[in-house]
């Protein structure tokens, strides 16, 4: 069979040219309006409120990763008599999500930051922008929690597990620490069935209901009503606790002395053992000498 050659004109290829051009152009533009519109949303949940300066345009954001202390930490910002005279308007905003946390402190928007010291140092945020530790909670140990026995640190014991973590990376005890349990050990995702939850409760409640043999968290005195103390083992017992990172671009003296009492409130207003447990550097905040809190080492 005789090839049958086509051979086009001048005229043909221009057209045939220019419609792949624009054919092109249209899914660029279409591939474009997708990626806009994927974009996350970095805005995270917060509260605020107006304060006696009304006129002033300054605003005093903080930034936390414990939603249950929003609300409180709100009013006592709010009432305090520095933040009034210095800033119109107080935000208090609260997420676990990463981006988020760089958003507010890797990029130095946020006045106040309460979030753990690693993340910190992963934007070097006291040198970038300015930010020095005002008070700190104790340092804590991590655990493995197992309902009818005491968990063993090895390969052959938690290959197959169901292990409960929480589901957002900055947490010590309830996802670093074990995660680097599991890598050490030679046991990947797959090794194990993994549930991720919200909460330190969440992860408690998993384990009461039988969904998971196993969970990582800190200890605290309340768990004993649901769990055996001869049924948890220690990953790491000297994890660093979180603490309260203040923005100072300049000699504020006045502001910082102010949150260490706001901070020192908060922390006898809020029932939990491990926010009583807050310490104060000293600044010379004549106010604040000789405040010494108690509490036992756990993590929020």
């Not at 009583?276 to 106010?287: E, H, N, Q, R």
Request: include cysteine; aromatic fraction near 10%.
């Amino acid at each position: 069979m005789a090839l049958k050659i086509v051979y086009l004109s001048k005229y043909h290829l221009i057209l045939i040219t220019t419609f792949l051009a624009l054919l092109c152009g249209y899914l660029g533009y279409v591939n474009s309006e997708k990626k806009i519109i994927e974009i996350p949303n970095l805005i995270t949940e917060s509260i605020a409120c107006v304060t006696h300066s009304a006129t002033n345009n300054e605003k005093f954001e903080a930034f936390i990763t414990d939603q249950p202390m929003a609300r409180q930490l709100l009013s006592n910002l709010c009432s305090n008599p520095v933040i009034n005279r210095q800033f119109g308007k107080v935000e208090v905003h609260w997420s676990h999500n990463e981006q988020e946390i760089s958003q507010y402190v890797g990029k130095g928007i946020a006045n106040l930051a309460l979030v753990k010291e690693n993340v910190m140092q992963a934007f070097a945020t006291q040198v970038t922008h300015g930010y020095k530790i005002i008070a700190q909670y104790e340092d804590y140990s991590a655990y493995l929690f197992s309902l009818k026995e005491k968990p063993l640190l090895t390969k052959q014991y938690l290959w197959g597990k169901r292990l409960g973590l929480l589901d957002y990376p900055s947490s010590r005890s309830g996802h670093i620490v074990p995660k680097r349990l599991l890598t050490e050990l030679g046991i990947g995702d797959d090794n194990m069935q993994i549930t991720y939850v919200k909460s330190h409760e969440a992860l408690r409640d998993l384990l009461a209901s039988g969904q998971v043999d196993l969970i990582s968290s800190f200890w605290q005195v309340q768990d004993t009503e649901r769990f055996s103390a001869n049924y948890i083992t220690p990953i790491e017992t000297q994890v660093s606790g979180s603490k309260w990172y203040l923005k100072m671009p300049t000699n504020n003296t006045d502001l910082l002395c102010a949150l260490q009492q706001s901070l020192f409130e908060l922390s006898d207003e809020i029932h939990s053992q491990y926010y009583s447990s807050l310490k104060l550097p000293s600044f010379g905040c004549l106010a604040n000498e000789g405040i010494e809190l108690k509490g036992p080492q756990n993590e929020p």
